[in-house]
């Protein structure tokens, strides 16, 4: 009988443990269509990316402590690894030049220029101009998104902290 009690407890205990989060897991919260979430690794923060698809088009803006990125991807993309494909990134009235890097089936394009990642927040497309096409992100609900990626980036100094929720206690 008692070693039928302590295995349950065990069981319970054991089950408890491993449902509470752990600060290493990814946490994700939706702000309009899209969807944020920290990323850690062996409990090291790594990144906060905002994400959606539209369309078969897929689209995740990363921040990390190298700056901003836009990853699209597409099933129908078929591109060479590794070889970089010159853009014109269009938001607003600004327009730069950029530089995106192949995947087999998604691309990532670093965005360095302060302005248009500020227009990012304002427009409702992002068009992305290749040689051969134009893709049209859509940026609905991005003031809040950016604004939340942002605090998300802020608050990764400690493990523990979850930048989805307030404090208990104020510093």
Known sequence: MRASFALLSMIVLTSVALAEPKPQDNQTVTVGPWSIATNYKTDKFENCKMSRSAGELGVTFLRAQDGLLVLLD???WKLNRGKTYPVRLVAGSRSVEAQAQAEAKS???ALEDAQLNSKLRIASVLEVRGDGAT???PLDGSAAAFERLETCFGKR??????PFVAPSRKP
């Open 157 to 162: 100094e400690t493990a523990e902290t979850n």
């Open 107 to 109: 691309v990532t394009i």
């Open 135 to 137: 893709l049209r992100v």
């Open 74 to 76: 597409s099933p129908k």
